[in-house]
């Protein structure tokens, strides 16, 4: 049925961009487009399968032997033995040596949420499963070469989709009480508009009643970065005013069918990376006439619009639900107390969280520094539409890994603004990880493939206090996703190498002190996310860069607890509220 799908495009003298391999780029054999000079256009109407826009865009995918919805096994209790003192002396409970050093002022509030997370495409699989469309990552994946360092895709990734329960079984098992996922838009809907897929409505439905039946709060990301295919190659995807009106109905489809079952909704995940990702790679998708310098902020500007008129659609609903923004970015520590590293500073939350925190949760609008570059070309929103923006999300929502230094360019701050070539414009502030003696690090590096994510916790609850205090979110501070890249882990060889990950433990031991540190001195942190459930696709990377607390063996999907995960869920046990 789904498969079969079809959906009659009509196109007016555009250009929709096939790209048959990653060389060749040719326009128009698809569909009709303009062709003559002059400016004459024809209208014509044709027939695309979701088959079709498989076969003409990515080509065929990998799939795994495990290709049906999987029964969960027991998890073997052996399976659930924290790990020896002897690696942990700080460990404390059961057969370990009783923790020493619990702060006794400190606690985690009962109705905390403590939970994993992790999004569709990297790691579900089964791309071409039950309908599901094609989305920008597919054609990423398969067609850009090396788009993705090590050429990888998605298409088998954790095999997720067929053993969703399995998964669910074993974080309960471990002790925690949320799982966040995205829920893949074109498997929704094929084309990202149109027809809608029932089979896939059914597969979250159970994603959704297994969380439940397990004691599990589930936590549903309507986007993470996913963008349907055939909206892209329709108007650009995020660049067109146009997807504002189709995620509205995506939005309106899911939130119709879970409302009742799920409290916690988060509409997109972190607007400044995928619309960062804008200027997508040339010949692969529509093309566009914005200044590659501009798009990412047409993105934002179209993403502002779309979640807030999913926000009011989902309250409409039901107006206990918690919609927010996902957003992401770090800690802006100035590197030296000049007034220029302070503008700089300023600049830097103004072109990162502020870019979306401040219109929702304190104009509607732009903050100062952004604005005034955003005004030369973009038109203003109007009060309409500030209106609909302003207030629209319940809870802050942050993914904060990691922190920056932040310094003035070496030109001087306004040497940049007024250049438009200069490197660093138009943000015009400059980041580094070491601190002004140019010797030491913020913290500890992740992986060598992440070299933006050092360990940086001793400056969460600076940045806890300063969510709370410039946002004001009403339901509160989150964490929503956080962790580490162990080192070279990839490397590692034997499972009991793995599973032994001393960074990352150590990473959410000290966050999570910290976090409890912020909570004593007031700050209204809710609930965190462990970044992630499972070693999953991680993007541009590849599966050779690992963040899951759980290690998956990729040959055979076997899933195998970290230490981390011991250390992420003690931290609960120790510390909740009971
Ligand atoms: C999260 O983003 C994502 O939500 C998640 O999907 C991902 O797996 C996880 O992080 C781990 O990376 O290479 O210097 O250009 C975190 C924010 C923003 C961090 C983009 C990396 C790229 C910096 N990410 N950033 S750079």
């Known amino acids: 049925m789904a498969r079969n799908m079809v959906f009659a495009l009509l196109l007016a003298g555009s250009q929709f961009v096939v790209s048959q391999n990653a060389t060749a780029p040719s326009t128009g054999t698809a569909v009709a487009s303009s062709t003559t000079t002059g400016g004459a256009t024809f209208t014509t109407s044709v027939e695309l399968s979701v088959e079709d826009l498989w076969d003409q865009y990515v080509g065929?995918?990998?799939?795994?032997?495990?290709?049906?919805?999987?029964?969960?096994?027991?998890?073997?209790?052996?399976?659930?033995?924290?790990?020896?003192?002897?690696?942990?002396?700080?460990?404390?409970?059961?057969?370990?040596?009783?923790?020493?050093t619990k702060n006794e002022s400190w606690k985690f509030p009962k109705d905390f949420w403590y939970g994993v997370a992790g999004a569709a495409y990297q790691i579900e699989g089964a791309v071409k499963a039950e309908g599901r469309g094609p989305s920008t990552w597919d054609v990423l994946t398969h067609r850009v070469a090396n788009y993705v360092v090590t050429n990888e895709t998605g298409d088998v990734a954790d095999n997720n989709y067929y053993q969703y329960k399995e998964d669910i079984a074993r974080i309960a098992a471990l002790g925690v009480n949320t799982y966040s996922f995205s829920i893949s838009w074109s498997r929704i809907q094929p084309f990202g508009t149109g027809p809608v897929n029932e089979q896939a409505l059914a597969h979250y439905d159970d994603v959704i009643d297994t969380c439940l039946e397990y004691n599990i709060i589930p936590m549903v990301t309507l986007y993470h970065w996913d963008t349907p295919l055939f909206l892209q190659n329709s108007y650009g995807g995020w660049l067109d005013s146009k997807i504002v009106d189709d995620f509205t109905e995506y939005a309106r489809i899911v939130f119709?069918?879970?409302?009742?079952?799920?409290?916690?909704?988060?509409?997109?995940?972190?607007?400044?990376?995928?619309?960062?990702?804008?200027?997508?790679?040339?010949?692969?998708?529509?093309?566009?006439?914005?200044?590659?310098?501009?798009?990412?902020?047409?993105?934002?500007?179209?993403?502002?619009?779309?979640?807030?008129?999913?926000?009011?659609?989902?309250?409409?609903?039901?107006?206990?639900?918690?919609?927010?923004?996902?957003?992401?970015?770090?800690?802006?520590?100035?590197?030296?107390?000049?007034?220029?590293?302070?503008?700089?500073?300023?600049?830097?939350?103004?072109?990162?969280?502020?870019?979306?925190?401040?219109?929702?949760?304190?104009?509607?609008?732009?903050?100062k520094y952004l604005k005034e570059y955003l005004d030369t070309f973009l038109d203003p929103f109007t009060d309409e539409q500030r209106a609909q923006i302003n207030g629209?999300?319940?809870?802050?929502?942050?993914?904060?890994y990691t922190s920056d230094i932040i310094m003035a360019p070496d030109s001087g701050i306004d040497a940049c603004t007024k250049n438009e070539s200069h490197p660093l414009f138009p943000s015009c502030y400059n980041t580094t990880k070491l601190y002004a003696n140019d010797y030491w690090a913020l913290g500890p590096a992740g992986d060598p493939g992440t070299p933006w994510l050092v360990k940086a916790t001793d400056w969460v609850p600076a940045f806890l206090h300063y969510m709370q205090d410039t946002w004001k979110p009403r339901g509160g501070v989150a964490i929503t996703e956080f962790g580490i890249s162990e080192p070279f882990e990839a490397l590692k060889t034997s499972l009991p190498t793995i599973v032994i990950d001393p960074i990352r433990s150590k990473y959410y031991v000290d966050y999570l002190e910290a976090i409890l540190m912020a909570l004593s001195e007031g700050v209204d942190v809710v609930g965190t996310l462990a970044w992630s459930i499972?070693?999953?696709?991680?993007?541009?990377?590849?599966?050779?860069?690992?963040?899951?607390?759980?290690?998956?063996?990729?040959?055979?999907?076997?899933?195998?607890?970290?230490?981390?995960?011991?250390?992420?869920?003690?931290?609960?046990?120790?510390?909740?509220?009971?």
């Not at 027991?74 to 033995?81: A, D, E, F």
């Not at 970015?329 to 300023?346: L, M």
């Not at 629209?392 to 904060?400: G, K, L, P, R």
């Open 60 to 100: 065929p995918v990998s799939t795994f032997s495990i290709n049906t919805t999987v029964e969960p096994t027991p998890i073997p209790s052996s399976s659930l033995i924290p790990p020896p003192s002897l690696y942990y002396s700080p460990f404390p409970t059961g057969q370990q040596v009783p923790l020493q």
């Open 256 to 367: 119709n069918r879970y409302h009742s079952k799920v409290q916690y909704w988060f509409t997109v995940n972190e607007p400044i990376v995928f619309c960062g990702f804008y200027p997508l790679p040339k010949n692969y998708f529509k093309k566009t006439d914005i200044p590659d310098i501009q798009q990412k902020y047409y993105c934002g500007h179209n993403v502002l619009l779309a979640h807030s008129a999913a926000y009011h659609i989902g309250k409409s609903l039901n107006s206990s639900l918690s919609i927010s923004v996902k957003h992401n970015g770090g800690y802006k520590i100035p590197r030296t107390n000049s007034s220029e590293d302070a503008i700089a500073v300023q600049r830097a939350w103004d072109f990162n969280e502020a870019w979306f925190s401040d219109p929702l949760f304190l104009t509607g609008d732009y903050p």
């Open 392 to 400: 629209t999300s319940d809870i802050y929502a942050h993914d904060a």
């Open 534 to 578: 499972y070693d999953n696709l991680e993007w541009s990377s590849g599966y050779g860069v690992k963040f899951g607390i759980q290690y998956v063996n990729l040959t055979t999907q076997e899933r195998f607890f970290k230490a981390s995960a011991f250390e992420y869920v003690n931290m609960f046990n120790v510390y909740l509220e009971k």
